[in-house]
């Protein structure tokens, strides 16, 4: 049946208007699901191979189930995409931001596709050397890095460490100089742009903890240390260390992004100061890190650029804006964490109770909203509660083609709202029981997990050629107990 025929297809009343009334979600899942998910003759969803009843079987739910072939390809796209974009002129490294999701065999697959490492605290770090990055290939972020982190990463022979502040600057310098060692330093710069999804904010002064602004310093009087903006005064205090290296300058200007016109706005900023710097010092600085952020899909309604189209349209900003400043490009480099993640992980869970609620529509009439509760919710992902965030699912242990219902996913918890997906259409046959996927759960889902209501965390599986292998194995009541020591008397 088409979708746009028959009574079911009239958008319900509370349904957003982005959200398609559909009578079969084989269209969600061609765009949402990893690359190597498909469904099985009996219709079961099966995902790099495996055949998700089987791995809820063996791993219990919620569980995190991520590709390994989709994560494998879309860190090439970056890499490959970048490469070509800025041949001959310069060559690229990108970064996984391993806050988005982060395990050794991860970091396994990271090395492979010739990708390097961000991390942005020492657990991080650790992690990232305990799954085989070279140091010199792993950057460290944060915007209050203890000294132990600092020491911590140079004496591991840290590729370089991105300051946020004067203090750090100076920080680094004392404790590398303690260590007799140089260190590897790029400045994170906030450029007054802001980005997110279609839209960007450019502004003279940004409103957060993150970087050193490009405005000159309203808080300071001037006098000859504090003259020019906090930006250029780190530049100024890094290239008077001894043991400072200053490989280059770094911006980060949001999250979920679509349009690559922010990224080129903050690019072009970045390289104005770097020309800047060159007048004023003769150094030509290395290297210029645009940052991650870049947008995946977790609804229908969202559409990404390709990696090829953000690094095209970088690539020419960037070289034309070095060639009116009459310098070379630098070595460039990307973070993107969520971009390559995202989309190769899924969520599984099992549907346990439902609920019709009749809820007031604005024009005064009354509709039912079907609440379909899961065995996971706010604990295994925390988006919906801290961003409002998007999500979409679709029934993975059985194909149902017919009646859809507007329905909402909610959790377990003991919060109203706890909620996974806010708006989808599922069959209305979904009972208990039921397997739900839901899609694009590979960045920041395991990263922001917690207990809450004394849950255990689920097992991260990845799937590759039919086989699975548990990368984070579930966690356990015991073990959450044995972190509680006894009552004193
Ligand atoms: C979070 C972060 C990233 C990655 O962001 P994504 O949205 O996952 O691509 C990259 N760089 C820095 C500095 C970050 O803080």
Redesign the pocket.
Same mark, same amino acid.
């Given at each position: 049946m088409s979708q746009q025929e028959g009574p079911m297809t009239t958008p319900h009343p509370l349904a957003p208007d982005w959200l398609t009334p559909i009578t079969d979600s084989a269209g969600l899942e061609h765009k949402l699901l990893p690359t190597d998910a498909h469904r099985t003759g009996e219709g079961v969803l099966s995902i790099g191979g495996v055949d998700v009843e089987r791995l809820a079987a063996e791993h219990g739910t919620p569980l995190y189930v991520i590709s390994e072939a989709d994560f494998r390809a879309r860190a090439r796209a970056f890499r490959e995409a970048f490469c070509q974009a800025f041949a001959p002129e310069t060559e690229v490294d990108v970064?996984y931001?391993g806050?988005?999701f982060l395990s050794t065999q991860v970091v396994g697959w990271v090395v492979d596709e010739g990708l390097c490492v961000?991390t942005?605290s020492g657990g991080e770090l650790a992690l990232a050397l305990a799954g085989g990055a070279d140091p010199a290939r792993v950057g460290l @972020?944060g915007n209050n890095k203890s000294d132990a982190e600092i020491r911590r990463a140079l004496q591991a022979g840290i590729g370089r460490i991105?300051a946020d502040s004067l203090d750090e600057v100076q920080r680094i310098e004392q404790l590398a100089g303690e260590l007799g060692v140089t260190a590897p330093v790029m400045l994170?710069l906030t450029p007054g742009v802001h980005a997110s999804t279609h839209e960007y904010i450019a502004t003279a002064h940004e409103d957060q903890k993150?970087g050193l602004s490009l405005a000159a310093d309203v808080t300071a009087e001037t006098t000859a240390e504090t003259a020019g903006s906090p930006a250029e005064r780190a530049v100024a205090l890094a290239l008077d260390s001894a043991h400072i290296e200053l490989r280059g300058l770094?911006c980060?200007i949001?999250?979920?992004?679509f349009e690559p016109t922010g990224f080129e706005v903050a690019a072009t900023k970045l390289i104005a100061l770097l020309a800047k710097i060159r007048r004023d010092y003769g150094v030509e600085l290395a290297e210029l890190d645009l940052?991650?952020? @870049?947008?995946i899909a977790y609804t229908e309604a969202d559409e990404p650029r390709s990696p090829q189209e953000i690094a095209e349209a970088l690539a020419s900003t960037v070289k034309a804006a070095c060639a009116q400043h009459g310098l070379s490009v630098p070595r460039i480099s990307i973070?993107?964490?969520?971009?390559?993640v995202?989309p190769a992980g899924v969520t599984l869970y099992r549907v346990g109770v439902q609920k019709d609620v009749g809820v007031d529509t604005p024009d005064g009439d009354t509709a039912v909203r079907r609440y379909v509760a899961v065995d996971g919710g706010m604990s295994d992902n925390a988006r919906g509660v801290l961003y409002d965030a998007d999500y979409s699912a679709v029934l993975a242990g059985r194909r149902v083609i017919g009646e859809h219902v507007l329905s909402r996913v909610v959790g377990k918890h003991c919060e109203s709202g706890d909620i996974v997906v806010r708006d989808v259409y599922l069959p209305a046959a979904t009972a208990r029981g039921d397997l739900l996927a839901v899609p694009a759960t590979g960045?920041?889902c395991h990263s922001l997990s917690s207990n809450y209501n004394w849950l255990p965390r689920p097992a991260v599986v990845s799937v590759s050629d039919g086989v699975a292998h548990t990368m984070i194995r579930r966690e356990t009541e015991d073990e959450m107990l044995s972190r509680d020591t006894g009552w004193a008397r």
């Open positions: 970064f931001a806050k988005s961000d942005a @972020h991105i994170r993150f770094h980060h949001g999250s979920q992004i940052g991650g952020g @870049h947008g973070e993107p964490g969520r971009a390559i995202g960045a920041y």
